[in-house]
Structure formats: structure tokens, C-alpha cells
């Protein structure tokens, strides 16, 4: 309960500050646009040449790529900003008032800085849906929907996860503070549904750095060609990444010894 | 500030770049190493590929296209309109202005000088390159003789632009924004994501004729032997006709972000 207080509070703070730059709010927000289209543009070069990749078609593609988009807008609009300035406090020796506050340092951490005009990612993510449905016809059920949903939770939590396990990595390394950028870069497979790579890449993809798990699977979901197995199996093993993520967090935390000592 | 002072000073200021490099070299390489989209698009277009050629390109193909698109991006890197816009707003550009010499040759040498370790990133990509897909690459002697003008030019388009949109923080507050706005469109426009000869007809027409071409795309040609001598020669025209464009719009808005400026509390 205290814990959804904090978050709130935070929220609020970040989308105060936003709203005082509002010129920055528009042109943040047209930028989004931008990429978004950028994004676009190679699936359609793609489409133009071959109805169908790896076993996707176009809408179906557009349904990945959708799950891209949002989860962008997620990891650059809180989990990025929020995370660099935990490296920068590691490196200027504030992060300890921020261990001093009375509320878990990681929650407190992970969600400092917000920028809200990402919202607009979100936005174009669902007007990506909304156009790829009416290619393919209908409409997903109730049933997929929730199953989507499901693992839209599963994908954010293991997004997190590896933020949080990137940040503690600075804890015993100083100098990696873009080593976020590298997996903001590396983020962009994601884009692609997991067939599109082949041997060992599929399995790094899948198993070890789960980016099939962010947007391949519920993108599955909602074209209600995920089976049941499969949708049990990403759900505990993002739970159960998420636990490992939280343990190193607490151990790094533990033998973090401040800039001075 | 004459240029020989500068052209005096060019070499120490080569040697400090290099040496902030090698000092810098864990984060130096992190940001080579996310410098990966040509591979994610590779991956797209190699899956497309599986079950035969796509508008000219077999697998080998793209394998060499977006290799050799890996190989000039990695090799033409600036970042100066990160550093302009990060001064001028806190103040520090003042310092620079002090010395006796312009600020801008001394970022292009910093900005060169990194260019030894962007070849230990790029090295292992040119190996990969020649096991993966020689016979896809030029085989006339002309063209990687052009290749370095050609390079050279790349670069120097990129850092002009940079400088002109940097300088415009000297007017604006979000000049970084309008930075990003024009990558945007260069990752489209330049060949970067997606061969140009693979755009629809109207799409390269426009492509063609803008200036992001000359910063990827035409050195990738000349790796892949496109084209003809006569057409090479005359691209390289273009392309330094749009170096020396840039170079007088880079000091008409030098001067005239001078005189508006009038630093942070002066």
C-alpha cells in the first residue's frame, strides 16, 4: 500500500516537471512520431518485396512490432532515465541519500524520472494494432486479450529486470554508464519475432537475454497462436527472472561502499 | 586567428584525442558496439531472402550491403553536436571561445583521432566481410581508390552538419531535438536501413538528389562496385560539392550565432 503510494507521488512529480517545458512536451512528442514511422518503413520495404517472413505476414508483423514500439516507449520514457541517474549518483556519491529515504531503494530508484510525452509510443502502438487487425479481419477475443495482457506484464517485468541487473553491474564497474545504451541498442532485435533468427541466435533470443518474451509472445497471444505451455512457461520464467534480478540488486546494494570509503 | 596557428597546433590536438580515446576505451567501445542496426536489418532481410533473391540481393548480398553500411558508419563517427549543445548550455563554451584558436578545428581533431579505435571495432567487421561475401565486393582498383576521398567527404558531411545544428543552440534550446529530427530522416534517406535502390521509384528519385546519400550510401556503392567510373567520378563531385555547401553554411552560422551570443549570465 505504501509502495503505490510512492509510486503515485513520483508520477506526479515527473509529470509536473514535464508539464513546465511544454514546448519540449510537443517537440519530444512530434520526435516520437519520427521514429516511430522510421520504424515503420523498413517492414514496409520488406512486405513490398515478399508476402510472407519466417512464417509472418505483414499485419502479423505489424502486431510485433506494435509490442516494440510500447515497450520502447516503456524502457526509454521510465527505465532508462530513471536508471542513468542511478549510475550518476553511484559516480557524484548521492546515492547514499537516496538508501537513506524510509522506502525500498530499488523502487525508489526505478521510477525517479519520467518522461510522460512517451505516452505518445503507447498511443501509436495501439493505432499499430488497430490497423493491423483490420488487415487480418477480426478482432482478437476476450480471451487473447487477457492472455496478451498477461504477458505484457510478464514483458515489462523482465525488461526491468535486466535494467536493474545492467544499473547493478555499476555498482562494481564505474565507468559503464552507457552500458544501458548498449542494451537499449540491442533492444532493437526485439522488433523481429523470434524466426527471423536461426540457430544459435534463436536460443540467445529466447533463453538467455528473453527477447522473444517481450514481443514475440504476446504478439502470439494476441493472434491466439500461443499455446498454453508455452504461455505457463514465460510467465514463470519471468517471475522467476525477475527474483534472481532482485536478489543481485539487494547484493550489490549490500557491498555498495559509497564514493568516500 | 590565422590557419597556419591552427594547422601548428593540429597535430598536438591529434595526439590529445587519441590519447582521451585510449584513456576512455571501455566506454569508447560500448558505443562502437551499440552501433548494431545495420544487423538488426540484416536479419530482416536475410530471413526474406531465404527463399530466393529479393530485388537483386541474395543472401551474400545484404550480408555485404549492410556489412560494408556497418563498416563506413563506424568509420565516419562525430559527436560534437552533443558537446556544442551541452557547453553552450552550461557555460563552459565561453572557455573555449578564449583560446586562440577556433573551437571547431579543435573537434575535428578530437573527432578524428578516434578514428584508429574505431578501426580496432571495425577491423573484425572487414574480416567478416571479405570470409563472409568477397565476390559480392568491387573488384576494380579505381573504386577503393575512391573509396578514401569518398570516405573523407562522408565524414566531413557528417560533422559539418552536426557543427551548423550545434551552433544553432546558440538561438535555440532544443537544438539536440532538431539533431535527432534529421537523423531520423538520414537513417531512411541515406541508405543506412534499407538499400536505396530497393525504395520505390519515387522515393529513390528524392533519395538521390539529397545529401544523406553521400554520407553512407555512395561509399557502400563504391565498396559494392555499382555504377560505372564516369558515374563514381561525378558522385564524388556532388559529394564535395555538398562538403564545401556545408562548409559556408557552417561559418555563416558560426558568425552569426557569435554575434547573438552573449553567454549564460554575461
Not at chain 2, 548550455?89 to 573537434?107: A, D, E, K, M, T
Request: charged content about 10%; hydrophobic content about 60%.
Amino acid at each position: 500500500m505504501k509502495a503505490l503510494r510512492v509510486v503515485s507521488a513520483m508520477m506526479r512529480a515527473s509529470v509536473a516537471l514535464a508539464l513546465q517545458y511544454r514546448l519540449e512536451f510537443v517537440v519530444e512528442g512530434a520526435l516520437a512520431v519520427l521514429w516511430m514511422a522510421v520504424a515503420l518503413i523498413p517492414l514496409m520495404v520488406v512486405f513490398g518485396n515478399r508476402g510472407a517472413v519466417a512464417g509472418w505476414t505483414y499485419p502479423e508483423m505489424l502486431v510485433v512490432l506494435g509490442w516494440f514500439v510500447a515497450l520502447k516507449g516503456v524502457l526509454e520514457g521510465t527505465l532508462s532515465p530513471s536508471l542513468m541517474q542511478v549510475v550518476e549518483h553511484v559516480r557524484k556519491g548521492t546515492l547514499d541519500f537516496v538508501l537513506l529515504k524510509p522506502a525500498d531503494a530499488q523502487l525508489l530508484v526505478s521510477l525517479s524520472k519520467i518522461e510522460p510525452w512517451r505516452v505518445v509510443d503507447l498511443a501509436g502502438a495501439a493505432a499499430i494494432f488497430v490497423y493491423a487487425f483490420q488487415h487480418i479481419g477480426h478482432a482478437p477475443s476476450i480471451a487473447q486479450l487477457s492472455l496478451a495482457a498477461g504477458l505484457l506484464v510478464a514483458a515489462v517485468l523482465v525488461l526491468y529486470s535486466i535494467a536493474i541487473l545492467v544499473v547493478s553491474i555499476a555498482f562494481v564497474a564505474v565507468r559503464v554508464d552507457n552500458l544501458l545504451y548498449l542494451f537499449q541498442s540491442v533492444f532493437d532485435v526485439a522488433r523481429w519475432p523470434n524466426s527471423v533468427f536461426r540457430g544459435l541466435l534463436a536460443v540467445v533470443f529466447t533463453y538467455v537475454l528473453p527477447l522473444a518474451l517481450m514481443t514475440t509472445y504476446p504478439a502470439l497471444a494476441l493472434l491466439g497462436k500461443l499455446n498454453a505451455r508455452t504461455a505457463v512457461a514465460a510467465l514463470l520464467g519471468s517471475f522467476l527472472f525477475a527474483s534472481v534480478a532482485r536478489l543481485i540488486w539487494l547484493s550489490s546494494i549490500r557491498r555498495y561502499t559509497s564514493a568516500s570509503s | 586567428m590565422s590557419v597556419r596557428a591552427a594547422l601548428r597546433a593540429y597535430p598536438q590536438f591529434l595526439k590529445t584525442g587519441f590519447a582521451s580515446a585510449v584513456a576512455y576505451r571501455a566506454e569508447f567501445l560500448i558505443w562502437m558496439f551499440s552501433t548494431n542496426m545495420p544487423l538488426v536489418m540484416l536479419a530482416i532481410w536475410a530471413a526474406a531472402a531465404r527463399s530466393g533473391p529479393v530485388g537483386g540481393y541474395s543472401q551474400r548480398g545484404f550480408a555485404a550491403y549492410y556489412l560494408c553500411a556497418l563498416l563506413v558508419r563506424l568509420m565516419t563517427g562525430a559527436w560534437i553536436v552533443w558537446e556544442l549543445t551541452m557547453e553552450i548550455r552550461q557555460g563552459v563554451f565561453s572557455l573555449r571561445l578564449l583560446r586562440p584558436i577556433h573551437p571547431l578545428w579543435q573537434w575535428s581533431a578530437e573527432n578524428l583521432a578516434a578514428i584508429p579505435m574505431r578501426g580496432i571495432v571495425a577491423f573484425p567487421v572487414v574480416i567478416i566481410l571479405l570470409w563472409l561475401a568477397r565476390g559480392e565486393l568491387s573488384h576494380d582498383w579505381f573504386f577503393w581508390l575512391l573509396l578514401a576521398p569518398a570516405l573523407l567527404g562522408a565524414w566531413l558531411l557528417y560533422f559539418l552538419v552536426q557543427a551548423i545544428i550545434g551552433t544553432l543552440a546558440l538561438r535555440f534550446e532544443s537544438a539536440s531535438s532538431l539533431f535527432e529530427a534529421w537523423l531520423g530522416f538520414s537513417n531512411i534517406l541515406s541508405g543506412y536501413l534499407v538499400p536505396l535502390d530497393l525504395f520505390p521509384s519515387a522515393v529513390r528519385v528524392l533519395a538521390v538528389a539529397l545529401p544523406f546519400r553521400f554520407q553512407l550510401s555512395y561509399p557502400v556503392e563504391l565498396m559494392l562496385g555499382r555504377g560505372t567510373r564516369v558515374e563514381m567520378l561525378e558522385l564524388l563531385a556532388a559529394q564535395w560539392a555538398y562538403v564545401a555547401f556545408f562548409f559556408v553554411v557552417t561559418r555563416v552560422a558560426w558568425r552569426s550565432g557569435m554575434r547573438h551570443y552573449a553567454a549564460y549570465g554575461g
